[in-house]
């Protein structure tokens, strides 16, 4: 093909052998010296969207001096259109409103009536979006006192770090936009990050009701020319305010006073694929920089933030109730252990859930079902020989999507038609096991076929106008039930939701990952906090076959305090951050082999630069997910009580393997991981 065309993209290449075999087939043929990788900077996608518009000029611009007194009627309807709308149209627009031609306006045109000129054309991501009715509210004592400490450096123009720890339906979003207010009193611009794109929506809308165009939304999920506009807008001082997910902490914001992190803790902040960074992070950077002062928000802040509180390099302030003395929802756990004795076989739903959601229902209220895991089933088994069927290119198993009758990777995306037989012994009795997203859907609609329910996950959500659809619909009582993943948990007010029931968080807490319980007791506490927002009292049920585990306990209660207790001492006598800094090395090849080399040259060299033995090397071992899109992969960590002799340790191995002819672009150097799978 190369030899062919003389050159030729990657994407060109994948759509004959794959995504997954196109870089490390490329790879492996410019070692032997059959073709020459380059990187070329792709030209630019978007540009100023530019239309003709019409627009009245003055009488004295008229070629001829009483010239009004001759127009047509045509000509005059044209003229009462502009009037009305202000003097200015779109030509195309003009033309529809005044039910005329092109003729008449043109000729109005040459007698000096009208002008007709170019324009740029916003494109909005907002357009049409109907904007909330904002009401002043009264802060209460906490909320109030909070404010006051992050508007003190606001006003200096100074570097402050606060981590603002506040319950679900606390008010921390009230915080954040009168800190907006008070920045952009003071001539600067300020900058909001959200985790997912799913809760951009609602945070611009509330954002524009309050700031107007001075509002610009930035995320991937934008259309380019959307994308160009809102970095044009910003870029030009038009816009002040920002709000986007991880990537908008680059947005071109001068004069930056205050940048809001909110739900600080996702681990969505992290870019999981090159460049490396974190969004969080990075903010946190940008602002120290910029002398700008920055807020974490969170009702369950990571382990290293509350550490970084608690010794003092950030400055602590909590929100300890809900707003309006509104109580927090009640939870219970419910033992799954119990209702297996009870009824001699599995049940994804416990009679005192499915209970609870008749009961729920029947008041008129709304309810939420979480299960973190997409899919109609998790994978396929054959009851002849026990085979499990796995995707080619990746060490997991193939997910069945019973939607589109086929079975999924949800790592390299490789799908194939759901087997009617095994494709090891052909037997014909194929077993799916395991509950996702979408069967929980279809039994509860076999259960409550009354129910209008929406399912949210990345498989129905990957357009961004049907999941907007989707929140706007239940927020006006258009839907009974959501029923989704961990999107469903963060940053969602929905007064009516009085139950939250959660089917299962037990495969959270088997990953093989030192943050498992972190992010099972922050799942678990954040979609609890949609319960119960509004007047009525909510109700969280959480079915789990460990109710003792203290993750799911301390979630249960609401007690971060108790949770942080027993997860830091985990992590002291493990030695895991907040004590020690991580660094993850990861080697990456189709070649096995060769892979198991590199590492094992690349621990070498890490253990001679690491002269002062300040780091502790682990490894090189199979990562958890020892292979994805057709390349292995080798882990080494790095752990350090001096975050700087790690970089040190890393940065002069790096430069010593590299000066003996190692391949260092097989090697992926992450420090702070967020994920070791």
């Known amino acids: 093909l190369v030899a062919d065309e003389g050159e030729m993209s990657l994407r060109h290449i994948a759509r004959d052998i794959g995504e997954a075999r196109a870089s490390a087939v490329a790879r492996e043929l410019e070692r032997a010296g059959w073709v020459k990788l380059s990187h070329r900077a792709r030209s630019v996608l978007a540009r100023a969207k530019r239309r003709k518009a019409v627009r009245l000029l003055p009488p004295e611009a008229h070629a001829e001096p009483g010239v009004a007194r001759s127009l047509s009627e045509t000509q005059r309807r044209i003229i009462e259109t502009l009037i009305a709308a202000g003097g200015v149209l779109a030509f195309t627009d003009l033309l529809e409103m005044a039910n005329v031609s092109a003729a008449p306006i043109q000729s109005l045109e040459r007698k000096r009536v009208v002008e007709i000129f ?7 991501p907002l357009a049409g979006a109907e904007l909330p ?4 509210m009264q802060l209460t004592a906490a909320q109030a006192a909070a404010l006051h400490e992050i508007e003190a450096p606001i006003q200096k123009g100074s570097y402050a770090a606060f981590l603002l720890h506040g ?36 945070f611009s809308r509330r954002l524009r009701a309050h700031f107007g165009d001075r509002v610009a939304i930035f995320h991937s999920s934008l259309t380019t020319g959307e994308r160009f506009d809102e970095w044009s807008r910003l870029k030009r001082g038009e816009a002040r305010v920002v709000i986007g997910t991880r990537s908008a902490v680059f947005a071109p914001v001068s004069r930056l006073g ?9 681990t969505s902040y992290r870019q999981q694929e090159s460049p490396y960074y974190n969004g969080r992070d990075t903010a946190i950077v940008r602002a120290l920089k910029e002398s700008a002062v920055v807020v974490l928000g969170s ?7 509350f550490h970084n509180a608690r010794s003092g390099k950030y400055a602590y302030l909590q929100l300890p109730e809900r707003i309006a ?27 005192q859930l499915l209970t609870a959601i008749e009961e729920t229902h029947a008041r008129g209220e709304q309810s939420i079902i979480l299960l973190n895991r997409r899919g ?16 080619p290119n990746c060490d997991v198993t193939l997910t069945y999507h019973r939607s589109e009758m086929s079975i999924v990777c949800h790592y390299c995306n490789h799908r194939r038609s759901a087997p009617s037989q095994c494709p090891s012994c052909a037997g014909k009795f194929i077993y799916y096991v395991g509950e996702g997203t979408e069967q929980i859907e279809e039994i509860l609609q076999k259960k409550f076929p009354q129910l209008r329910i929406a399912r949210l996950d990345r498989d129905t959500t990957s357009r961004r106008k049907l999941f907007e659809r989707a929140i706007l619909d239940f927020s006006a009582g258009d839907l009974d039930m959501l029923v989704g993943t961990q999107m469903l948990a963060k940053g969602h007010d929905f007064p009516n939701v009085t139950l939250v029931g959660v089917v299962s968080v037990d495969a959270g807490l088997s990953m093989p990952d030192f943050r498992s319980a972190e992010r099972t007791f922050q799942l678990i506490t954040q979609v609890a906090g949609r319960a119960g927002r509004g007047e009525l009292l909510g109700r969280v049920l959480i079915q789990t076959f460990h109710p003792n585990h203290y993750a799911i306990k301390h979630a249960c209660a609401q007690d971060y305090a108790g949770f942080y207790a027993e997860e830091i001492r985990y992590r002291r006598s493990l030695s895991y951050p907040p004590f020690v800094a991580l660094a993850s090395l990861l080697i990456h090849g189709e070649d096995f082999t060769r892979a198991q080399a590199t590492s094992a040259e690349l621990k070498k060299a890490l253990e001679e630069a690491n002269t002062e033995r300040a780091c502790r090397i682990l490894g090189p071992a199979p990562a958890p997910l020892a292979r994805i899109k057709g390349e292995h992969r080798i882990q080494l960590l790095l752990k350090s009580r001096s975050r700087p002799q790690l970089r040190q340790t890393i940065d002069v191995a790096m430069a010593e393997a590299a000066a003996r002819g190692l391949d260092l672009r097989s090697v992926n150097v992450e420090i702070d991981p967020i994920n070791l799978m």
Do not use: W
């Open 133 to 136: 009715e904002m009401e002043e």
């Open 258 to 266: 205050l940048v809001v992190i909110d739900e600080e803790h996702e």
């Open 299 to 305: 009702a369950t802040p990571s382990l290293e933030s």
């Open 118 to 124: 170019v324009r740029d054309v916003r494109r909005d």
């Open 376 to 391: 109609y089933s998790s994978f396929v088994l054959c009851r002849s020989c026990g085979e499990s069927i796995h995707c």
């Open 167 to 202: 319950v679900t339906g606390s008010g921390k979003t009230e915080i954040y936009i009168r800190a907006m207010s008070a920045a952009l009193r003071c001539g600067r611009s300020a900058m909001m990050l959200v985790p997912e794109i799913a809760l951009t929506p609602v």
């Open 325 to 351: 003395n509104r109580a927090m929802a009640r939870a219970e756990i419910i033992d799954m252990r119990e209702v297996f004795a009870l009824q001699g076989k599995a049940q994804v739903f416990s009679d």
